[in-house]
């Protein structure tokens, strides 16, 4: 039998991926977003604003990475150091 090459489904790969708007995440702009607001309100500064490029930066670099990398991040901040962990070896959220 020969070898095929194995058949990669790009609409898959589209169907899974997050949402996202600047190359980033919808959940980590609003939340840069408002963190840069915030810091703004604090400090009545036109200049805090530019604090933003190099959040959205840091982002755009992380989310290139991995696409899900903000919402494993947040079922790991939700759920914390799991008990299985030194029977798995690894961080296994899911039973299975």
Known sequence: MEDEPLHIS???KALTKP???FGVVYDYFFIAGLFVMLVFIY?????A???????HIIG??????DPHIFRLLSIRANIGMIKNKNLWRCQSYDCF
């Open 10 to 12: 790009i609409i898959f």
């Open 19 to 21: 949402a996202m708007i």
């Open 43 to 47: 400090t009545n500064n036109l200049l």
């Open 49 to 55: 604003l530019l604090i933003y490029f190099p959040l």
């Open 60 to 65: 755009l670099i992380l989310s290139q990475l």
